[in-house]
């Protein structure tokens, strides 16, 4: 298994010291932190919204454990450990990758004067669709799926080299998405 440390001292005590066992799966490691930070700015969180998965080592335990988690959240899942481990790398993709994109963003339209919040009905707009969408990659919009070079080539022009490397490497990952769909 490849849990953390911390995560790993308990589970080996319990696989010795018990036949029968259940493990509840934090998917994100900085969740329940979240959670307490946002508590301490005095912002609601609704813990029914907060993902919980789960593993137990004995399928006569999953439907009470399946029950158990789903009394305290609407999002709940059994994973396996290789399912844990493909949620985390899509966590990072949709979040911590998200997250580094807003920065530039920001750093970009700082440099301008522009203010971040402009962006906000764009963001919004984009995570609403993604809730309510099948097909994730059918939402993609922009000068990429487009094909408009001469776009593109405007926006190089303008980023730093960093944010080039970024921007073409992006760009380049969706036309090549959007080619294998033809």
Partial sequence: NNYPE???IIINDIENNNKNYALYIKPYNNLIQNCIDTLNKK??????????????????????????????????????????????????????FTNHLF???KEILD?????????????????ENLK??????????GPAVRGDVSIINQHIERLSDREREIYL?????IVDYHKRQL
């Fill in 132 to 141: 309510t969408s099948d097909d994730i990659f059918s939402l993609q919009t």
């Fill in 169 to 173: 490497a992006i760009n380049k990952s």
């Fill in 43 to 96: 912002k609601n969180i609704d813990f029914l919204k907060v993902p919980l998965c789960f593993y137990v080592n004995n399928e006569d335990y999953l439907e009470c454990l399946k029950a158990f988690a789903e009394s305290l959240s609407v999002l709940t899942c059994f994973l396996s450990d290789e399912q844990r481990q493909y949620l985390h790398i899509s966590a990072v993709f949709a979040n911590n």
């Fill in 103 to 105: 920065g530039i963003s």
């Fill in 6 to 8: 911390y995560a790993q």
């Fill in 111 to 127: 440099r301008n004067n522009i203010p971040f919040k402009m962006l906000f009905p764009i963001i919004d707009r984009t995570i």
